[in-house]
């Protein structure tokens, strides 16, 4: 099935350092949706977006609905220990609908102390 | 999210066994999703139920049955195990409420190995 790109993969980066990861897809997306996913429990919500251009943030999380509706970045700044995980983007194509929702493959974050 | 709970969190069985696993929720959304997650393909829809009534296929459905019994139940069958389905299972509900595409909310899991 379609899979969204999502980069990089994988992150090592120290501890107070800034994280930027993206996602991109051939396929124009209504809803971008950005997920963590932390060693024994499931994918955790933590940005909605749904209008091309939002720039929403969650504390030290920051994501962006790309203009062109193609796109979009998660950014965490000052990185901390906790911040370990895979993070997801996940996006939807069909308003008011979200049977289709499609993933990406995740970028895992490793954060040196 | 522990308003979205599964059961059982790990589960080791044999080739040719048949399987449930359960999930229910407090959420009171109506949609609800089964999805397996293997190292390095991500996440892959099987099944998901916009309502009690309303069973659809998603794209790894074969080898797989559900049953959504009520709003808050929905449960996934292995009728017949295979060692490839060994696999990490998560449930997830949704709202429909809205215009706007209402988020994905995620059980803990469940651990299944098929030997």
């Known amino acids: 099935g379609q899979q969204l790109n999502q980069s990089p993969q994988s992150m090592f980066i120290q501890e107070g350092e800034d994280v930027s990861m993206n996602c991109t897809s051939s396929s124009i997306f209504n809803t971008w949706l950005w997920y963590k996913q932390e060693p024994g429990e499931g994918p955790v919500l933590l940005i909605a977006?749904?209008?091309a251009g939002e720039l929403t943030s969650n504390g030290r999380l920051t994501a962006q609905f790309g203009i062109t509706r193609k796109d979009s970045f998660l950014n965490i700044s000052a990185s901390i220990p906790s911040d370990v995980g895979i993070y997801f983007c996940a996006g939807n194509r069909n308003a008011g609908n979200n049977r289709k929702l499609i993933w990406g493959l995740g970028t895992s974050l490793a954060v040196n102390p | 999210d522990a308003d979205v709970t599964q059961t059982p969190r790990n589960r080791i069985t044999k080739t040719g066994k048949r399987i449930m696993l359960e999930c229910s929720q407090t959420?009171?959304?109506?949609?609800m999703y089964w999805y397996r997650q293997d190292p390095g393909l991500g996440l892959r829809l099987i099944y998901y139920?916009?309502?009690?009534?309303?069973?659809n296929k998603g794209e790894i459905s074969d080898g797989y049955s559900v049953s959504r019994q009520a709003q808050a139940k929905f449960s996934l069958s292995l009728e017949s195990a295979i060692p490839n389905q060994t696999a990490l299972y998560f449930c997830?509900?949704?709202?429909?409420?809205?215009?706007?595409?209402?988020?994905?909310?995620f059980g803990d899991g469940t651990r299944l190995s098929i030997l």
């Open positions: 959420k009171g959304h109506d949609r």
């Open positions: 139920s916009f309502d009690v009534k309303d069973i």
């Open positions: 997830a509900t949704s709202d429909s409420g809205g215009e706007s595409n209402q988020p994905q909310h």
């Open positions: 977006l749904y209008k």
